[in-house]
């Protein structure tokens, strides 16, 4: 894995921050796509929860739909989108992923409000659910299971890390004409930056 350069950190923060300030309803969404064993894509909208040289951030059930794929296939593709950006910004990323350490997914899950915590012990992400009431029912025995202690993270709850070979940079323009800015990663030369056709 190559660490990101400071450059694209740099970039990505400013246009992060840019997101923010612009009233993003919310600027850490971002769409994650995974393939399965068939190679069929899927894509959802989940939330980045840190970010730094060696990658990008989220936490999932380990045992949900994204979660097995990824396990399974470890690559994925990250889509920001934030559209009141100057005239429009992506940021598109690929690369490989890992799970993240025990750690680093204790110190995330702790942070959580207590109810994200409870739901994360009782939903069986992405199974079949036969009725709301079954799915309130877990939740109120896991409130009981914990009641009065603090929650700790469920065993197969943790996040993955993306950690990119090619992060792009788009940048909206009148009549099409965007401006387009791609880095990719070389473990031996470290990073390369190009410009693109839009």
Do not use: C
Not at 13 to 26: M, R
Not at 132 to 161: D, K
């Amino acid at each position: 894995m190559t660490p990101l350069t400071p450059d694209i950190l740099s970039t990505f923060d400013t246009l992060f921050a840019e997101a923010k300030t612009a009233g993003e309803p919310d600027p850490t969404a971002m769409t994650v796509a995974t393939v399965d064993a068939q190679g069929r894509p899927s894509a959802r909208i989940v939330l980045l929860k840190a970010h730094d040289a060696r990658g990008f951030v989220f936490y999932t059930h380990l045992d949900g739909r994204k979660g097995r794929e990824l396990q399974a296939n470890p690559q994925a593709a990250l889509l920001f989108h934030w559209p009141r950006v100057r005239d429009g910004v992506q940021v598109r990323i690929e690369g490989a992923v890992e799970i993240v350490s025990d750690a680093e997914a204790d110190a995330y899950f702790a942070s959580r409000p207590r109810g994200s915590q409870i739901g994360a012990w009782a939903s069986l992400q992405s199974e079949t659910l036969d009725a709301q009431a079954t799915f309130e029912a877990r939740l109120a025995r896991h409130e009981a299971e914990f009641a009065g202690r603090e929650v700790p993270r469920p065993p197969r709850w943790s996040g993955f890390r993306v950690l990119p070979h090619t992060v792009e940079f788009w940048f909206g323009a009148q009549y099409r004409l965007h401006e387009r800015w791609l880095y990719e990663a070389d473990d031996e030369a470290g990073w390369s930056k190009r410009m693109l056709y839009p």
